[in-house]
């Protein structure tokens, strides 16, 4: 017999203690044994005493604070202060204002709501609630107020006068009329009159007139109490392809763009009184417009097949004699209606995420994609992401208040009106 075979349980026993010794120094280590916090300075070591608390403060030395010498919190902290307004941030990882990261977002209105607009001279936004039938507005605290006590119902689009007092109510029987929420006026419009867009001064509105007839089918514009009507241009079967556009500074009334080939069109500019304006082409189809406040420049946004047909925005000079000059593409990729400028030199976009391929023509593929906000510079062509929406959202249009301090935007899926602060 060998020395094995005759010590073999004693030499099992002995290394069923001696792993059961170290596993238990293990869990010691690791569980039970005081936690310690190394000084990287090189000093001795830090320990949490066994009440739980902290350790009292040392002497300091040669200690170099950082921010400013007075001893106030460095800009931007989310430490507590001596203030007893402070607030703690709940979550770091948003910001209050919109500075390139996930930004905090308000909900003013939760909808839904439909026909949303900015009146520059209140600040406010104004809308219709179709749980009611009444117009509101509604400020930048979340306060409501109606424009009147007047119930329409089922009001299915709006067209707001530039200022704010007037709109173009459409019902789903093809009813219209303008009301005056000023003067609470109210007056019917022809059944056949579609794509209304108001004046500057908001005293006149452009529209297109169907007839029955192809050759009653006209460009025209009216008051905005629907008296003097006037033609402008006649239509014919090419009424897809007529744009009623009023622009601020009175020289276009509306577009016409014609077919060249695949991805070209040639846009034409319509003015009050059969003015020979120069054309522009423009590379895509999807056409989608937006004036600068100074109407001088015409946003664009158009899809074609180089770019897997994905809306993407352009801008080109749209005044007078200098109608087509400097067209630049701006190298985003979202539609016209989801931006808003803020001067004539800046914009604001909602720009999703991502696109699928064909997204152009078929804009409901991105009606679940989240959306991030970018300021777009139309002089250098520069963008900058300022904002994340604090929860994901597919942003439907966007307005800055007047002193442009905030930005506000529609939930494309329900309806509802949120708030960015800018600063």
């Known amino acids: ?143 409501t107020s109606p424009l009147s006590n007047k119930v329409f119902h089922n009001v299915n689009t709006v067209t707001w006068s530039n200022d704010g007092n007037k709109a173009v109510l459409e019902y789903p029987d093809n009813s219209k009329i303008i009301y005056d929420f000023a003067n609470k006026k109210q007056v019917t419009l022809p059944k056949h009159w579609e794509d209304f867009d108001f004046s500057a001064n908001s005293e006149q509105l452009v529209m297109k007139s169907l007839g029955m007839d192809r050759d009653s089918r006209y460009l025209a514009i009216t008051n905005s109490d629907g008296s003097g009507g006037k033609i402008i241009e006649f239509i014919g079967d090419n009424d897809k392809r007529v744009y009623p556009s009023w622009s601020p500074n009175n020289q276009i009334v509306g577009m016409y763009t014609e077919g060249i080939d695949y991805d070209r069109q040639t846009v034409y500019f319509l003015g009050l009184n059969n003015e020979n304006f120069k054309s522009t082409v423009i590379p895509g189809r999807g056409f989608q417009q937006q004036w600068s406040p100074d109407g001088k420049r015409l946003l664009y946004s158009v899809y074609y097949s180089e770019n897997q047909m994905k809306p993407m925005l352009w801008i080109v000079d749209a005044s007078g004699s200098q ?44 009606n679940q994609t989240p959306d991030q906000i970018y300021r777009i510079n139309t002089q250098s062509g520069t963008k900058q992401l300022i904002a994340i929406p604090q929860n994901e959202v597919t942003i439907a249009s966007l307005f800055v208040s007047p002193d442009g301090n905030n930005l506000y935007f529609t939930d494309k899926n329900n309806g509802s009106i949120n708030k960015i602060r800018l600063r």
């Open 1 to 143: 017999m060998n020395f094995f075979s005759k010590y073999k349980k004693l030499i099992l026993v002995i290394l069923f203690i001696a792993f059961v010794l170290g596993a238990a120094y293990l869990l010691y280590i690791f569980f039970f044994r005081d936690m310690t916090s190394p000084d990287i300075t090189g000093g001795s070591i830090t320990t949490i005493d066994n009440t739980g608390r902290l350790p009292q403060a040392g002497p300091g030395s040669n200690i170099n604070p950082i921010g400013n010498a007075t001893g106030s919190l460095p800009i931007g902290s989310d430490v507590a202060s001596d203030d007893p307004s402070f607030v703690a941030n709940p979550n770091p990882n948003i910001t209050p204002t919109a500075v390139g990261r996930i930004t905090e977002t308000s909900q003013l209105v939760s909808g839904p709501t439909v026909g949303q607009m900015i009146n520059n001279t209140t600040g406010q936004i104004q809308y219709y609630n179709p749980a009611d039938g009444k117009f509101y507005g509604v400020d930048k605290n979340g306060k």
């Open 323 to 366: 109608i087509g000059n400097n067209r630049q593409m701006l190298n985003v990729q979202t539609w016209a209606e989801k931006c808003t400028f803020a001067n004539n030199n800046e914009l604001y976009c909602a720009v999703p995420t991502s696109l699928d391929y064909g997204a152009g023509f078929l804009p409901s593929l991105s």
